[in-house]
């Protein structure tokens, strides 16, 4: 029996237990719905943070540092716009194709802002991709206050369209804002000089553009001192008989260069050789050029480790492997990387193969696996070790796999050394693992056209155009290949032709002549697809007149629907200078004209062609002449 009192404070502990599991119960409900969004938050902030410094890093060029942030804030939240703005930024910057997929993931989530469409527009234009360029150069264009960045871009784009008239009306626009800094002005007149190529008009344009640079090469800042650069390259690769281009002559350009005071080894040693190459045009040969390199040496020898990469990258360029390794024993080779790497070229330019392959075995400098087995490789094919060349090869493949960056170092260095099977792999497989890498589709082109088979080099022009479909020199080359692949397909159904008639004996009275062309003017059979392809032509060279390879697909298009003097027609109005001639555009120049009659003008056309530098249906082309 309870009393009153014990009844009460039982209902009284009753009713507060209830409470507190009624309490409990909400608070783990509450916990369930509230954890997961608090947990987000606070992984959110932390993506940003990591973004913000991956932006830090990013601005300042630290590009390892700049992959960790921004791999790890993209792994702690995916769907926070800072984190994938700074994986879209971070491989924009370093030039990599797959940014695009992220600049199209963050429209997704927040307007992209105006360095957001920067970013996007030059990788874009970079990877050909020439519709997302328009988009984000349009997008720039049409927002308030557009600016020369912008108008840079768009510039860039049009050249890569062939619309040489749009770009240089987006370049005017810069050379005419005063807002434009000194940096954009270099820009664009550098691109102006990519417009200048050839004829009367375009030369006005380089003239026009080397004065802007001349005069931006007058000041003391960075971007003068890059002008004077620019200057100088030119002047040493101006030809004496050419038409001068700039105004400031190669003492004044030295002078510049020596007292800027911005001039570090890069520009002094440029200066030097400035002045060796006015020894040589002025016929005094090599009078100096021992003092120059000993002066070179001089100054640079005891410097930092960067000036001493750029002495021994000077010296090795000139051949004087031996006073690399006198001016940079290997103590001092060993303070870097790429220091260490022309030390090892020095060597193998003297032919001291066991002494690289000594170094590189005894790791006395750590180098990447595929970088050691590249040179190893190169060593034992010196040595003529043949099985242990073929192993580092490999070895170089299987430590570059899954890595397009390494692949390509390799492809690249295997090419240079003639080992074509390696290079083919390594670009290859750079290809499959980003197929809108440029430079690996531009890699397995060159391996092709150093095959010389053209139905191979059009197969991966072919490849190209799908992935760019909008980029009009690929739009010219396809279809110029595929000009040259159809002439061949019908020289063989003609060959074809010829064997089941001549074979029929029976139908012999009941054959007509045929009447014989030359290769040039076969007509070909697909009419509908040569059709299209002359109205392709015909469209690139109206975006384009001042486009050689452009007319020359017209010219040879033309021509093989036998309108000879309409072919010939193609050539007005343009006037190419001396040396812009490309065997292709001079073997299709002296068919049109042979087609023409003027065979003494594509006789002289065709002397200056050397056979193993065209492809065999462009060798047939020049080849008739002879018969005529």
Not at 113 to 134: H, L, P, V
Not at 290 to 319: C, H, M, V, Y
Not at 504 to 515: C, D, F, G, L, M
Request: proline share 4%; with cysteine.
């Amino acid at each position: 029996m309870l009393t009153a009192e014990e009844r009460r404070l039982k209902r009284l502990k009753r009713r507060r237990i209830v409470i507190a599991s009624v309490a409990a119960a909400l608070l783990l409900v509450i916990g369930y719905f509230t954890a997961r969004p608090a947990l987000n938050a606070i992984k959110a902030w932390q993506a940003r943070r990591h973004a913000a410094k991956a932006f830090a890093y990013i601005d300042h060029a630290n590009w390892l540092e700049a992959r960790k942030e921004a791999s790890a804030a993209y792994q702690l939240r995916q769907t926070e716009p800072q984190s994938v703005r700074a994986i879209a930024r971070f491989l924009s910057r370093t030039r990599q194709p797959d940014a695009l997929e992220f600049w199209q993931q963050l429209e997704k989530l927040t307007p992209l802002t105006r360095e957001d469409r920067q970013d996007e527009a030059a990788i874009a234009i970079m990877t050909g991709e020439i519709s997302r360029a328009e988009i984000a150069v349009q997008a720039l264009l049409e927002s308030k206050g557009a600016d020369p960045v912008g108008w840079l871009l768009a510039a860039q784009l049009a050249i890569q369209k062939g619309a040489a008239d749009d770009a240089m009306s987006a370049l005017t626009k810069i050379f005419n804002d005063a807002d434009a800094t000194e940096e954009q002005q270099l820009q664009a007149a550098s691109l102006e000089l990519a417009l200048a190529s050839g004829s009367e008009a375009i030369d006005e344009r380089a003239i026009d553009a080397w004065s802007r640079i001349e005069k931006i090469s007058r000041g003391k800042s960075a971007t003068a001192l890059d002008a004077l650069v620019l200057l100088a390259r030119q002047s040493m690769t101006q030809s004496p008989n050419s038409v001068r281009l700039i105004a400031t002559t190669s003492d004044e350009i030295r002078r510049a260069l020596e007292n800027h005071p911005l001039s570090k080894a890069p520009q002094k040693l440029i200066a030097l050789d400035l002045v060796e190459h006015g020894d040589v045009r002025a016929g005094l040969a090599d009078s100096r050029r021992d003092e120059l390199i000993a002066r070179g040496i001089q100054q640079f020898k005891d410097g930092d480790p960067s000036d001493l990469l750029t002495l021994a990258i000077w010296l090795n360029s000139k051949r004087e492997f031996e006073k690399t390794l006198a001016a940079i024993p290997l103590e001092k080779a060993l303070l870097g990387r790429d220091l260490f790497l022309q030390y090892l070229d020095a060597l193998g330019g003297l032919e001291r193969w066991g002494e690289i392959k000594q170094l590189l075995e005894g790791d006395r400098y750590p180098l990447d696996p595929v970088v050691q087995h590249m040179y190893l490789a190169r060593c034992s094919t010196q040595l003529d070790e043949k099985a242990a060349s073929e192993n580092n090869w490999q070895r170089a493949l299987d430590a570059a796999a899954g890595d397009p960056g390494k692949l390509i170092a390799l492809g690249d260095y295997a090419e240079k050394n003639g080992i074509v099977d390696v290079a083919q792999s390594a670009f290859d497989n750079a290809a499959n693992q980003s197929p809108k890498l440029r430079v690996a589709q531009q890699g397995r082109l060159r391996l092709a056209q150093r095959s010389g088979n053209t139905a191979k080099i059009h197969a991966i022009l072919a490849e190209m155009l799908k992935i760019w479909p909008n980029d009009a020199a690929l739009q010219n080359d396809e279809g110029y290949t595929r000009l040259l692949v159809m002439s061949e397909r019908q020289a063989e159904a003609e060959s074809k032709k010829e064997k089941v008639e001549n074979g029929k004996e029976e139908n012999a009275k009941r054959q007509t002549p045929s009447v014989q062309r030359p290769p040039s003017a076969e007509p070909i059979t697909d009419n509908q697809e040569l059709i299209t392809l002359s109205a392709l032509a015909e469209k690139l060279v109206e975006r384009n007149p001042r486009s050689l390879p452009h007319r020359t697909f017209l010219a040879l298009a033309r021509l093989k629907q036998n309108r000879a003097a309409d072919a010939l027609a193609v050539y007005d109005n343009i006037t190419v200078a001396r040396g812009a001639l490309t065997p292709s555009a001079l073997a299709v120049h002296a068919a049109v004209l042979a087609a023409n009659g003027k065979m003494d003008d594509a006789k002289n056309e065709a002397e200056q062609i050397k056979p193993e530098q065209l492809v065999p249906e462009e060798r047939a082309l020049v080849e008739q002449l002879g018969d005529r």
